[in-house]
């Protein structure tokens, strides 16, 4: 759950070559406990390959409920995002292009979104017609369980279910690593 004191406002650092980076909006998470792929505390810097992802269960925005358990054997790209959040609304047609690129491959791609309102959320999926799916992460705790400290937040999961990376905020080039990195856990 973000509370709306915690939600920053958007700021554009426009850098030497005239790239442009989103920070992330502000985050703090919190709620109940989550199922479980594994149990491990939030990734620490280096450990990545090394350590397992935190598991969850939790429902999507048909009210079907997914657990990261359920794409053990593929590549797992997460999404933390929200509604109100403007850089993860710039960083989302990128996520849609990843989710067509490797569709029909062992990757899924998956929303988390923080919101509040699960209706609210419901009626942006379907307006933005978001493929891949988006699951309600608002009153868990998996944002903390990964780390996420502002969004969006992204993460690659690989497909023993180990933390591969992570990318907090967003820049365009971040969608050029991530298919690099998927392509090079796909062996292509």
């Not at 593929?74 to 959040?85: E, I, N, P, Q």
């Not at 209706?119 to 944002?143: M, N, T, W």
Request: include cysteine.
């Amino acid at each position: 759950m973000i509370p709306p004191s915690a939600r920053r406002s958007l700021w554009v650092f426009p850098l030497a070559l005239g790239a442009v980076v989103w920070t992330a909006c502000g985050s703090n998470s919190g709620g109940q406990s989550s199922d479980s792929f594994s149990q491990t505390a939030a990734p620490v810097a280096g450990d990545f390959g090394k350590n397992p992802a935190p598991g969850f269960s939790l429902q999507d925005t048909n009210g079907k409920t997914v657990s990261l358990a359920d794409f053990k054997g593929k590549v797992v790209f997460l999404d933390f995002w929200a509604t109100w959040c403007p850089p993860c609304r710039i960083s989302m047609p990128d996520v849609e292009k990843l989710h067509r690129h490797f569709q029909g491959k062992p990757v899924q791609v998956l929303g988390l979104n923080l919101d509040e309102n699960p209706e609210k959320v419901k009626r942006f999926v379907e307006q933005k017609k978001i493929p891949y799916p988006v699951l309600l992460a608002g009153d868990s705790d998996v944002a903390r369980s990964y780390g996420v400290g502002g969004i969006p937040h992204f993460v690659l999961i690989d497909q023993d279910g180990r933390l591969v990376n992570d990318w907090s905020g967003y820049a365009p080039e971040f969608a050029g690593n991530w298919r690099a990195l998927i392509n090079q856990l796909l062996g292509a």
